[in-house]
């Protein structure tokens, strides 16, 4: 549940028409908390909250340490020094909750409290006394055991050489005048920390124990491979790195290794994905370089017949080859304009966390040798192609690594096409909807404003797709992915994303993989044949069904076709039976009827 310190029912004042509101403490002690809530928006920070109602002037953001969980009287301690003698006097407000004299320089709060003045100072004990971390990261230190009191003050120093020498206050990180220190990003290096505490009324100063700290380099990387690649053929990966001496991939089905450069030797539909790449020097890791890898499949089903497979010379000689659907090239780069339909676009109806929907398409939109003519969508991110009407929609999708055996839970759907734009657990936002348009050749699907359901009111995501019904391009459009820009759901993180034409025939993209961009479009081609003929007596030939006229005894053997995907350059073959070419046979006629050839007559 989220949590706010204070509410107000407007989205710009709070409190009753020509009050002031200044010298408040707000603090809410919860990862889902907020310092204020105006109408419908949060206010995460105190800075956000000043902003929205224009008033808590010098208000803090502190937390207030009390005697106990039950007892919420203040306790007399530095901790506490925010609170102390800052409040605002009031003519009218004279006494605390218990009676006590309000003065001139009150407390915050309900309860008055005085803090002892100091005699002594002492810095305290910082532990442990030395440390190691990786570069790129900070680091928390407290010191305990410091003395606290009025006129007691802290602040933590540093230095590059230790045993009391170079000491300077520290610059960047938090709470720096505090007892707890957490600094900025660091770098490589070794550094000394210490807290200096001053006893202002008794003019003295101690110093904690010195940390010793520790910061080891940490490698960078990146990743690439030699994708796109064809099923069979060798997937390498090739990972680059600075000071890296171990490394680290994985990748879909489970994919794992350890050298730098690997190779997958013969690839498989289920290798296509996002390919992670970490180096590392001794405990420090680099951040996680991707490379997402796009294998396509090979031409199936390609066939060679020669018809006859035996003839006399001279005859003709038909070869034929199957004319196959080749499926989709993937291309994560794709080229496309987005156009906001939400709209100009028709609703799809009230969506709601996990409603489906059925429409009918505009026109029809031709994929995997089917016509299709309705559609559903679920409001989690996908588009379902249907060739008859959906009275009851039952996508039965589930977010999962592709293939998943189309319509498995669902009662609507069997083995039909799914548009994986962002299948995610997704609800909608303020202002969410899912709408379609035709505008010319292009059928738009869009969902917008679109919400995660494990961090509700954090952000929204709009992403959509687009069918070409002219070229049967397939077009993923992706705005807006970031819901927060700290979730780990941003950019795809929890998704699947791909096309899954068919149970056997499917192109994924990532699966719960940070692999989206802000603006990024994923584009889908459907892929056009080229065909290779070679034979006997040096026959080649680019046409589907070649045809030889006048063959010779030559021309006998086996004909091979190469089918070959011209987008992809994925390419299968497939040969025919044996040929034979028969000489024709020379003979004397019997052109006098005596039974014996006649030398002057042959045929």
């Known amino acids: 549940a989220k949590l706010s310190a204070v509410v107000s029912t407007s989205a710009s004042s709070v409190g009753e028409a020509g009050s002031t509101w200044v010298r408040n403490g707000y603090y809410v002690a919860t990862s889902n908390g907020f310092i ?37 009287h203040m306790q007399a301690t530095g901790g506490n020094n925010a609170f102390n003698g800052t409040g605002l006097s009031l003519a009218w407000v004279t006494t605390d909750v218990d009676g006590d004299t309000r003065g001139a320089s009150p407390d915050r709060g309900v309860d008055e409290f005085n803090i002892p003045l100091c005699t002594t100072a002492s810095g305290g004990s910082i532990s ?10 900070t680091y928390n230190m407290t010191s305990t055991g410091a003395t606290t009191g009025d006129g007691i003050t802290y602040q933590w120093e540093v230095s590059s050489t230790g045993g009391g020498l170079g000491f300077s206050d520290v610059t960047g990180g938090t709470g720096a005048t505090s007892t707890s220190y957490t600094t900025g990003i660091l770098t490589p290096g070794t550094y000394y920390f210490r807290l200096r505490v001053t006893c202002t009324p008794a003019a003295v100063t101690g110093y904690s124990n010195e940390l010793t700290l520790t910061v080891n380099p940490t490698p960078t990387a990146s990743a690439s491979s030699n994708s796109p690649v064809c099923v069979g053929a060798p997937i390498n990966l090739f990972g680059t790195t600075d000071i890296g001496t171990t490394y680290s991939w994985t990748g879909p089905a489970g994919y794992a290794a350890s050298s730098e450069d690997p190779t997958i030797p013969a690839a498989a539909l289920t290798n296509a994905g996002v390919y992670t790449f970490t180096a590392s020097l001794g405990t420090c890791n680099s951040a996680p370089a991707y490379t997402t890898v796009v294998v396509n499949p090979n031409p199936s089903g390609v066939t060679a017949t020669a018809d006859p497979i035996a003839l006399c010379e001279g005859a003709t000689l038909n070869l034929t080859s199957s004319l196959i659907p080749l499926g989709f090239s993937q291309n994560p780069a794709g080229t496309a304009t987005y156009v906001d339909i939400s709209v100009t676009g028709t609703s799809v109806g009230a969506i709601s966390d996990d409603s489906e929907h059925a429409f009918a398409l505009p026109s029809a ?7 299709y003519t309705q559609a559903a969508v679920g409001n989690n991110g996908v588009l379902m192609l249907s060739t008859s009407v959906i009275a009851t929609p039952n996508v039965g999708w589930t977010n999962g690594a592709l293939p998943q055996v189309l319509g498995t839970g669902s009662t609507t759907f069997s083995n039909q096409p799914a548009l994986l734009v962002h299948w995610d657990d997704i609800t909608p936002g303020t202002g969410g909807v899912v709408s379609y348009q035709q505008i010319a050749d292009i059928i738009y699907v869009q969902w917008t404003n679109e919400d995660h359901f494990s961090a509700t009111g954090t952000g929204t995501v709009t992403f959509q797709i687009q069918l070409n019904t002219t070229t049967g391009q397939i077009h993923y459009l992706y705005p807006d992915v970031v819901f927060s820009g700290t979730a780990a759901q941003d950019l795809g993180g929890s998704a699947t994303v791909g096309l899954q034409v068919s149970n056997t025939e499917f192109f994924q993209y990532s699966f719960n993989t940070q692999s989206l961009a802000n603006n990024q479009v994923i584009t889908y081609t459907p892929n056009t044949p080229s065909f290779s003929w070679t034979g006997p007596d040096a026959f080649t030939s680019t046409l589907q069904t070649p045809s030889i006229a006048g063959v010779t005894a030559d021309a006998s053997g086996v004909y091979t076709v190469t089918v070959t995907n011209a ?22 006629a019997d052109t006098d009827s005596d039974t014996y050839g006649n030398a002057a007559s042959s045929t």
């Open 36 to 72: 204020g809530l105006t109408s419908a928006s949060d206010r995460t920070a105190l800075s956000d909250w000043q902003s929205a109602v224009s008033q808590d002037a010098n208000t803090i953001s502190t937390q207030p340490i009390f005697a106990s969980a039950t007892d919420l």
């Open 128 to 137: 442990p006394t030395s440390a190691s971390i990786c570069s790129g990261l």
């Open 365 to 371: 939109f031709s994929l995997g040798g089917g016509s």
């Open 567 to 588: 987008t992809t350059g994925c390419f299968a073959t497939a040969s025919t039976a044996t040929v034979t070419v028969s000489p024709n046979s020379s003979y004397n």
